[in-house]
Nanobody, 131 residues
Framework: QVQLVESGGGSVQAGGSLRLSCKAS????????VAWFRQTPGKEREGVAV????????SYADSVKGRFTISQDIPKATVYLEMNSLKPEDTAMYYC????????????????????????WGQGTQVTVSS
């Protein structure tokens, strides 16, 4: 099993920045990709970004491309989501997810974000952006 704990959420004004962290514990050696998702009440969950735990390959939703950056610190078993130029529409609960299936040409990052086929999920951290 893998446990995921998110942190770093909070309230910020439009144009500001936040950095979310996803700390993994347990059988982290099994994890091959980690992603960030977000959801607001009444809306579908949206895949934001995904990173391969080997090779650092990444994919981003069009809505955050150029503003958000996903990165990882392997020794710390932590994945980060740096969010810049935040907009009110970025307000959501942000979830970290991990999976033992690696990204590949058969299962590319965007497909993983669309299908949300991840075995492990965190509890989420709230991000609120005010105008």
């Amino acid at each position: 099993q893998v446990q995921l704990v998110e942190s770093g959420g909070g309230s910020v004004q439009a144009g500001g920045s936040l950095r979310l962290s996803c700390k993994a514990s347990g059988l982290t050696g099994n994890v091959r990709c980690v992603a960030w998702f977000r959801q607001t009440p009444g809306k579908e969950r949206e895949g934001v970004a995904v990173i391969s735990t080997y090779g650092d390959g990444t994919s981003y939703a069009d809505s955050v491309k150029g503003r958000f950056t996903i990165s990882q610190d392997i020794p710390k078993a932590t994945v980060y989501l740096e969010m810049n130029s935040l907009k009110p529409e970025d307000t959501a609960m942000y979830y970290c997810a991990a999976d033992p299936v690696p990204l590949s040409t058969v299962v590319p990052g965007m497909e993983k974000l669309k299908t949300a086929t991840f075995d492990y999920w965190g509890q989420g951290t709230q991000v609120t952006v005010s105008s």
